[in-house]
């Protein structure tokens, strides 16, 4: 019987190559022993991220040619609107060019004076940004089993309610701007967040007068977990479950680069009317006039067919499946990731990928170095490097995993290939696991460091 029946077949392709292991030591090298400095073309399989990276179907492209780029009242943003308004509920929309850009205008609206917290379930590295650039702080709830690689729980992704009530207690109503709850929680490992939780995370800031927000970058992924893993939702339409969802919050950002199924684009969605008019200026300040906000026409209509794509639920069952199935394949090769696997990506754990490199000489920034000069594989650090420098103390902050993740582009990559990003995991595993020292800071960046960093080995 066979598990997860691919949606899909091949129309176009695009030539990639793997270079010889000499050239890719060299470029690895060039680049600082940092993969962001690669050159795309110097890459075999790109799992530095799902984001843009997505392939689009052909009524995507066809869409395009309806793109209307007039520069007020385009019909493309109307589509956009009617696609948003049926797949969330929500009625108001402001396009923007892509996710941070609804998190600044976000917050350029919600945090008016420094000094306001964003209590949420951990926050995306621009988010927290964003949230700091306001001169607020991000506050981070997550339930305790979200920061333990191997803890069982089906919804790693779910804000502690005992950690929000405390946040409410010590900051009060008047200095906490919203409350954020990313879904699903791509710093956390890509784990979804439960219709119940967001049900009581709601309640509790509908009787405590906050407002609450979804970052909805993967919304169609969390319903689909939501689905699979949750009591009483089995028989429940991914389409029913991403309108519930949305009932328990006053809006959202969102990153269509995700489960927009677009290489770029993004909106906020909300509720209130009042709370629409007044970010409506804010959105032409830094994105354009509110009916296209740093997008083309085109591009609204590619996303507008996009959002309604996502919540194919054979698109999802096989999409989730290929992230599933890499990380059970590495598991059957005893490669420590976090599990359950979630989403987007499997994450592999540095500290128990490599158990002798000290934690202060980032270890997961070694395996994405090593997976690179193995099998021209790129996939990216979220851990010691990405988390930076506390804004307050300037130490170094330790974040309680130090993860690798393996990014699965969107309708992109074939069983072929997932086949092969295992044996070159594996493979670095097996060789190269009693490796006893790490990585060091050659050019330390300010700032969101990961980016542009460069290293030295030790
Ligand atoms: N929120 C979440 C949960 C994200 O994962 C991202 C981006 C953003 C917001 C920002 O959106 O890139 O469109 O401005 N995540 C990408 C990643 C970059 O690789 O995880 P953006």
């Given at each position: 019987?066979?598990r997860?029946?691919?949606?899909?077949r091949i129309?176009v392709v695009?030539?990639?190559?793997l270079l010889?292991?000499?050239d890719?030591?060299?470029k690895i090298?060039?680049?600082g022993?940092n993969?962001?400095?690669?050159?795309?073309d110097?890459?075999?399989?790109?799992?530095?991220?799902?984001?843009?990276?997505?392939?689009m179907s052909?009524a995507?492209?066809?869409?395009?040619m309806?793109?209307d780029e007039s520069?007020?009242g385009s019909s493309?943003f109307y589509r956009?609107?009617?696609?948003?308004q049926?797949?969330?509920?929500?009625?108001?929309?402001?396009?923007?060019?892509?996710g941070?850009?609804?998190?600044?205008v976000?917050?350029?609206v919600?945090m008016p004076?420094p000094g306001?917290?964003?209590p949420g379930?951990?926050?995306?590295?621009?988010t927290?940004?964003?949230?700091?650039?306001?001169g607020?702080?991000?506050v981070d709830c997550?339930?305790?089993?979200?920061?333990?690689?191997e803890a069982?729980?089906p919804?790693?992704?779910?804000?502690?309610m005992d950690?929000?009530?405390?946040?409410?207690?010590e900051?009060?109503?008047a200095?906490?701007?919203?409350?954020?709850?990313?879904?699903?929680?791509?710093?956390?490992?890509?784990q979804p967040?439960?219709?119940?939780?967001i049900?009581?995370?709601?309640?509790?800031c509908?009787e405590?007068?906050?407002k609450?927000?979804f970052d909805a970058a993967r919304?169609a992924?969390?319903a689909?977990?939501?689905?699979q893993?949750?009591k009483?939702y089995a028989?429940t339409?991914v389409r029913?479950?991403?309108?519930?969802m949305?009932t328990?919050?006053?809006?959202?950002?969102?990153s269509a680069?995700?489960?927009?199924?677009?290489?770029i684009?993004g909106?906020?969605?909300?509720?209130?009317?009042a709370?629409?008019?007044?970010m409506?200026?804010?959105?032409?300040?830094?994105?354009?006039f509110y009916?296209?906000g740093?997008m083309s026409?085109m591009n609204?209509?590619?996303?507008?067919q996009?959002?309604?794509e996502?919540?194919?639920?054979?698109?999802?069952a096989h999409?989730i499946?290929q992230?599933?199935?890499?990380?059970d394949n590495?598991?059957?090769l005893?490669?420590?990731?976090?599990?359950?696997?979630?989403?987007h990506?499997?994450?592999?754990?540095?500290?128990?990928?490599?158990p002798k490199v000290?934690?202060d000489q980032?270890?997961?920034q070694?395996?994405t170095?090593?997976?690179y000069?193995?099998?021209g594989?790129?996939?990216?650090?979220?851990?010691s490097?990405?988390?930076?420098?506390?804004?307050d103390?300037?130490?170094?902050?330790r974040?309680?995993?130090?993860?690798c993740?393996?990014?699965i582009?969107?309708?992109?990559?074939?069983q072929?290939?997932?086949d092969?990003?295992?044996?070159?995991?594996a493979?670095?595993y097996?060789?190269?696991q009693?490796?006893?020292t790490?990585?060091?800071?050659d050019v330390e960046?300010?700032?969101?460091?990961h980016?542009t960093?460069?290293?030295r080995?030790?």
């Open positions: 019987m066979v997860h029946v691919v949606p899909y129309k695009e030539p990639i190559r010889t292991r000499e890719r030591e060299r090298r060039a680049a022993l993969v962001f400095r690669l050159r795309s110097d890459v075999y399989i790109d799992l530095l991220t799902d984001s843009g990276t997505g392939a052909a995507q492209w066809s869409q395009l309806l793109g520069y007020a493309s956009l609107e009617d696609s948003i049926r797949v969330t509920g929500l009625p108001f929309v402001i396009p923007v060019h892509q941070r850009a609804a998190e600044q976000l917050d350029y919600l004076e306001m917290v964003v379930n951990t926050h995306f590295d621009t927290k940004a964003h949230i700091e650039f306001r607020g702080r991000a997550t339930i305790p089993e979200g920061f333990d690689a069982a729980h919804f790693k992704g779910n804000v502690d950690r929000l009530r405390d946040a409410y207690k900051y009060g109503n200095a906490i701007a919203y409350v954020l709850i990313t879904v699903t929680c791509n710093s956390g490992g890509g967040v439960s219709m119940e939780n049900r009581e995370v709601s309640t509790f509908r405590h007068d906050l609450v927000f919304f992924e969390n689909y977990f939501i689905q893993r949750e009483g028989d339409s029913d479950i991403v309108l519930e949305f328990h919050v006053d809006g959202c950002t969102m680069k995700k489960d927009g199924l677009v290489p684009g909106f906020l969605a909300l509720r209130s009317e709370l629409y008019e007044e409506k200026p804010t959105d032409i300040l830094f994105e354009g009916t296209y740093g026409g609204m209509d590619a996303m507008a996009g959002l309604l996502v919540v194919d639920e054979s698109y999802l999409r499946g992230t599933v199935s890499l990380g590495l598991r059957r005893d490669v420590p990731i976090v599990t359950p696997v979630g989403g990506a499997v994450f592999i754990d540095g500290r128990r990928f490599f000290p934690e980032f270890p997961a070694l395996v170095v090593e997976l000069r193995e099998g594989v790129r996939a990216v650090e979220i851990g490097c990405l988390a930076g420098r506390d804004p103390s300037g130490e170094n902050i974040p309680s995993l130090d993860l993740r393996l990014t582009p969107r309708r992109v990559y074939t072929e290939h997932f092969y990003i295992a044996d070159v995991v493979t670095v097996a060789q190269q009693g490796r006893t790490g990585l060091a800071f960046s300010k700032g969101i460091r980016f960093s460069t290293f080995e030790l």
